[in-house]
């Protein structure tokens, strides 16, 4: 298993504003998931991203995969207070998870 | 659909003492996790279940932590004797298959997890 490592650790903005966080990982992996964690709850997934993909949407959520910079990338878009939470990325069999981002949005 | 099911939902015990937690998950998941969560880490899995055999327990403490899943349906974690470092929440997932693959068959379900406290 492989661990994903997310970039910044923590992130403020202001609601309306883009969020944007990063995920680097090692090995050569066949798909890569983000997850979201609120305080005090358990982990709920957000998107999942085939490693022939490039680019992919849901709702204000974009997220890009660059499997030659092993490396993807999570966009909030016009972000609220209720996207305050922790997120995790999970590349391949996401067995390990990495410290994740915690964003803050302030209303 | 239920999601994954967690009790107790939060658990003060003292050192030395033993604790179980219990998971129940999605109907249909052959697959079932435990995960450690230490306040502001990330989740670290302890044990992988496929059916009722385990797949990965590398991580598992077997001096004092144990887990099984009777008929491959609902599993239990124990831990004994706990120490002050087991504070922390206990993370139950389920899938389809084992993390593996292409497809969205691995997508994880996360309970809302045992919150415990070690004094």
């Known amino acids: 298993s492989q661990q994903g490592e997310e970039d910044p650790q923590a992130l403020s903005i202001q609601e309306g504003e883009n969020a944007t966080m990063n995920c680097s990982y090692k090995?050569?992996?066949?798909?890569l998931q983000w997850y979201r964690q609120n305080s005090g709850r358990g982990l709920v997934h957000l998107i999942l991203i085939r490693s022939n993909e490039r680019e992919k949407h849901s709702g204000r959520l974009r997220v890009t995969l660059d499997t030659s910079k092993k490396s993807s990338s999570l966009l909030i878009t016009a972000s609220r207070a209720a996207d305050t939470a922790s997120y995790f990325c999970?590349?391949?069999?996401?067995?390990?998870f990495g410290g994740g981002t915690r964003l803050m949005v302030k209303p | 659909e239920a999601g994954v099911a967690q009790s107790p939902r939060y658990k003060i015990i003292e050192k030395r003492q033993s604790v179980a937690f219990w998971c129940n998950p999605i109907s249909g998941h052959a697959t079932l996790y435990w995960y450690q969560q230490i306040l502001g880490q990330g989740p670290k899995l302890l044990i992988q279940?496929?059916?009722?055999?385990?797949?990965?327990d590398s991580q598992l403490p077997k001096d004092r932590f144990s887990a099984e899943r009777l008929k491959g349906v609902d599993s239990t974690l124990k831990i004994q004797p706990a120490k002050l470092e087991d504070s922390a929440v206990y993370l139950c997932?389920?899938?389809?298959?084992?993390?593996?693959?292409?497809?969205?068959?691995?997508?994880?379900?996360f309970g809302a997890g045992t919150r415990l406290s070690v004094l």
């Open positions: 090995t050569s992996i066949n798909n």
């Open positions: 997932a389920s899938s389809l298959e084992p993390g593996a693959g292409a497809g969205t068959k691995n997508i994880q379900y």
């Open positions: 999970a590349p391949g069999n996401m067995l390990t």
């Open positions: 279940f496929q059916n009722n055999g385990v797949v990965d």
